[in-house]
């Protein structure tokens, strides 16, 4: 159980194209979800916080109209990167939170977004 | 500001060895403390965790204890196998919406 998807696993684009990014609960609802940036041998940078029906949480130095977060239901949240740039190219994961249980995250295997 | 400091990697490690990889952190009030495991190619997954002090966090062999009065919560397996090679990452959780803030990761490479 407590499985999330993300999707796609990969994605090439060029520049000043935007990018949409899938991240689903498939088996359990999530009102919160997390979006996280990881760069090469780094650790994970939260970007923001999607929160089902209300506006995102972003972090300080994210860039929200680059980095739109709809959160429209309770199991699928995205994340679409705007007039992408090859500073954007990184690795993408997504966290989804239990509404019920334990209350733990449950990490997405992450997107690869590479831009030309 | 809230942070996580673990040991650099690579940690380089042959089979049934000791494992140790060190974490401290910095935060206000009485944060939650996790270990996350990411294997090569899969998301992270939550290896431990403990949520007050003197709590000790234990699953698959690994155990951490938080410790307050250090600020540490240090991950420990008496003997490694080589599908424990992984990255590691140490994190804490304070306030609300339970973000996670990580520590920067280390590799752990186990040889036969």
């Known amino acids: 159980g407590a499985v999330v998807s993300q999707h796609p696993s990969w994605v090439i684009c060029k520049s000043g194209t935007s990018v949409k990014i899938e991240c689903r609960s498939l088996?359990?609802?999530?009102?919160?979800m997390f979006w996280y940036r990881q760069f090469p041998k780094q650790s994970l940078m939260l970007m923001a916080t999607?929160?089902?029906?209300?506006?995102?949480?972003?972090e300080q130095g994210v860039e929200k109209d680059k980095f739109l977060i709809n959160h429209a239901s309770l199991t699928l949240s995205t994340l679409t990167v705007t007039s992408a740039h090859p500073e954007d190219s990184s690795f993408y994961i997504c966290?989804?939170?239990?509404?019920?249980?334990?209350?733990?995250?449950?990490f997405g295997p992450g997107t690869r977004l590479t831009v030309t | 500001g809230n942070s996580v400091t673990q040991m650099e990697g690579p940690v380089t490690l042959s089979e049934e060895a000791f494992l140790t990889i060190n974490c401290t952190y910095t935060?206000?009030?009485?944060?939650?403390l996790f270990w996350y495991v990411q294997y090569p190619g899969e998301g992270l997954q939550l290896l431990l965790k403990?949520?007050?002090?003197?709590d000790k966090g234990s699953n698959k062999g690994f155990e951490a204890t938080y410790r307050k009065e250090t600020t540490s919560f240090h991950l420990e397996k008496g003997s490694v196998q080589v599908s424990d090679s992984a990255v590691y990452f140490c994190?804490?959780?304070?306030?609300?919406?339970?973000?996670?803030?990580f520590g920067a990761g280390t590799q752990v490479v186990v040889t036969p």
């Open positions: 966290s989804a939170r239990q509404d019920r249980g334990p209350n733990e995250q449950y």
């Open positions: 088996d359990f609802q999530a009102t919160t």
């Open positions: 999607s929160n089902e029906g209300s506006k995102a949480t972003y």
């Open positions: 935060a206000t009030g009485y944060p939650s």
């Open positions: 403990a949520t007050k002090a003197d």
């Open positions: 994190a804490l959780s304070a306030g609300g919406w339970g973000k996670l803030q």
